[in-house]
Nanobody
């Protein structure tokens, strides 16, 4: 069964860090570019980061550049999002998604065919 499961969300103070994980089952990670998206209450879902199938190419939204790092371990079928210097505006449900190609091409949601159920990240003092 094709499945993506995110974990690692939680409550963190401003300036803190979290690492999200996305474990894939039912397919082999190494062939797919992977993305992280987020959706805040009352807002549209937005792209955060993308990583190519080999991991040699990454892309980030301007709002998270220099603070977030995407990585992958194809042997573990897992994608990560390291989030540092978190801000209250980073509060959202974070989703991982699989793209049916090896490379990233922006954050259009229609480019990603499979999605996880999301994990909540709350940044608050």
């Amino acid at each position: 069964q094709f499945q993506l499961v995110e974990s690692g969300g939680g409550l963190v103070q401003p300036g803190g860090s979290l690492t999200l994980s996305c474990v894939l089952s039912g397919f082999t990670l190494e062939y797919y570019a992977m993305g992280w998206f987020r959706q805040a209450p009352g807002e549209e879902r937005e792209g955060v980061s993308c990583i190519s199938s080999s991991g040699d190419s990454t892309d980030y939204a301007d709002s998270v550049k220099g603070r977030f790092t995407i990585s992958r371990d194809n042997a573990k079928n897992t994608v990560y999002l390291q989030m540092n210097s978190l801000k209250p505006e980073d509060t959202a449900v974070y989703y991982c998604a699989a793209r049916g190609f090896s490379h990233c091409a922006g954050f259009r949601m229609s480019y990603f065919g499979s999605w996880g159920q999301g994990t909540q990240v709350t940044v608050s003092s």
